[in-house]
């Protein structure tokens, strides 16, 4: 009978691995509007930098501080989290005028933040974002 525990041990195994990996998936549930973003944009003025640095009719992202800006027309700007709705994963690339997430496919148009291609479906949040001095500042009081 000395297979007997070993098996009991093997099914015990099998069962807490089990539940870790339900709770795994909940951890990953998409419900959430903002997916896994805590913060989703700046909660303090970020300096971006030259405003020149987007173009007219364009858009830039600035992956490092979770942000995509568009510049819709000379000395207009609009600004956009790009952290993902789905999931939290930031945007890698902007072809375009629609931003592309990494993790799941997810396509955005970075001149609306509106979801084109899930399976994100709730927009990109829109950040407060102006030029001062040549420079873009994005977020609260921007």
């Not at 089990?18 to 989703?40: F, I, M, N, Q, R």
């Not at 001062?132 to 500042?137: A, I, N, P, R």
């Amino acid at each position: 009978m000395p297979g007997r525990p070993t098996a009991r041990r093997t099914v015990l195994k099998g069962a807490a691995l089990a539940g870790a990996a339900g709770l795994g998936a909940a951890a990953c549930s998409t419900d959430s509007k903002l997916g896994h973003a805590e913060v989703p944009t700046p909660t303090a003025p970020v300096d971006l930098g030259a405003a020149d640095a987007v173009p007219v009719g364009g858009a830039k992202l600035y992956r490092e501080q979770r942000l995509v800006v568009h510049c819709p027309a000379a000395g207009q700007y609009k600004a956009f989290s790009a952290q993902c709705t789905h999931a939290g994963c930031v945007l890698d690339k902007v072809e375009g005028t629609e931003g592309n997430c990494p993790c799941h496919g997810s396509r955005f148009d970075v001149t609306t933040g509106k979801a084109l291609k899930g399976p994100a479906t709730v927009p990109l949040p829109e950040v407060p974002v102006r030029a001062e001095g040549g420079k873009l500042v994005a977020g609260p009081d921007a």
